[in-house]
Each structure stands twice: as C-alpha cells, then as structure tokens.
C-alpha cells in the first residue's frame, strides 16, 4: 500500500501525499515535539519537515515501509535540530545555558511505578534545558551513537556524551521530585 503512494508521491500527486502525511503526520509529530517542545513550534518544523520529504521523494529508492519511515524521520530530526539551530544559536549546543527557558510543560501527575505512562516521562524529558534533551532524544530514543551526535550538532563526541550524562542525572532528579522514586537494593 505504502509503495504505491509512494509512487504517487513521486509523480507529484496531491491526494497521495495527503495520504502519505496522515499515515506518519501523528509519529513524526511526537518525534519532533521531543526536540521541540512549544506546540506550535512542532507544527511548523513538522510542515516545513514533510515539504522536504515530498521535494525528495523523486530521488528516494523505496524499498520497504521500515526504511520509508526511517528515511522521513532522520529528514524530521534534522529539520528539528535546524529550527533549534536558527532560534537559539550554534553556541548554544556545546554549552550549558541556565539562562534559556524550559519547556513550559504541565506539571507530570502523581502515578504509582506500575502506572508511568510514556506521555508522563515525554513531559519530563520537555523539562530538560534543550541541550540536554536533544542530546538524550537522540541518544536514548533514536539510537543515534555520539559520534553521529557530534556531527549532527557540531559539537565533540566528548561534549554529546556529557550532555547524556547530565540529561540522565537530570531527568533522575525530575523523576524522583514527581514521585517515581524506585528503591535500590
């Protein structure tokens, strides 16, 4: 079903890539609003991100649905991490910047360890500074190594792991402070 979209895509074809975007539109969604957390921020890198799928479908070779996929979501992590690039600065990706705002995000509900649902966790991760939380998306939840990391945002390898680190001790903090708190013993 998909490869014949996709074929229609490439020729241009208006309804399949309306089709196309209500297939992927909810999960690249939730992918970008990792990087991107103010709502209407998402909706524009989302629009911007699906613009450069169907300018370069024409030069995609489809082969599966799993590869389509992955292909659209290094476009859309890509278009995240440029919409971040132009509104906070290059500087701002090797550094730790108290002075940029969190994500405004609700305050995470009181749930038991058996209960934490993933959109509880999502509202957490939003709360790490930026550097942090992107760093971690990719590292965490899209599998990216630092290496790929230090290209993507043109820092040291060194510099994407410490970022993880601190990303890792932070969102601990923002668990236990929520009421996850697991025992170790």
Request: glycine letters at 4%.
């Amino acid at each position: 079903m998909l490869a014949e979209i996709v074929r229609q895509c490439q020729r241009d074809n208006p309804f399949a890539q309306k089709r196309l975007y209500e297939h992927f539109a909810n999960r690249m969604y939730r992918l970008c609003r990792r990087y991107v957390p103010d709502a209407f921020e998402t909706e524009e890198v989302l629009m911007n991100g699906f613009l450069k799928i169907f300018r370069a479908l024409g030069t995609f070779e489809y082969r599966s649905d799993d590869e389509l996929e992955v292909w659209m979501k290094r476009i859309m992590v890509n278009e995240a991490l440029m919409y971040l690039r132009r509104k906070v600065g290059q500087k701002a990706w090797s550094l730790d910047h108290p002075d940029l705002p969190e994500a405004e995000v609700p305050h995470a509900a009181q749930e038991t360890d058996a209960d934490l649902q993933a959109e509880a966790i999502h509202d957490l991760i939003l709360r790490l500074p930026h550097g942090y939380r992107t760093v971690f998306c990719l590292y965490a939840i899209e599998g990216y190594s630092h290496r790929e990391i230090a290209a993507l945002l043109g820092v040291s390898e060194n510099t994407s792991k410490s970022q993880l680190s601190k990303a890792r001790a932070m969102l601990q903090k923002l668990l236990i402070k929520n009421g996850y708190e697991q025992e170790r013993r």
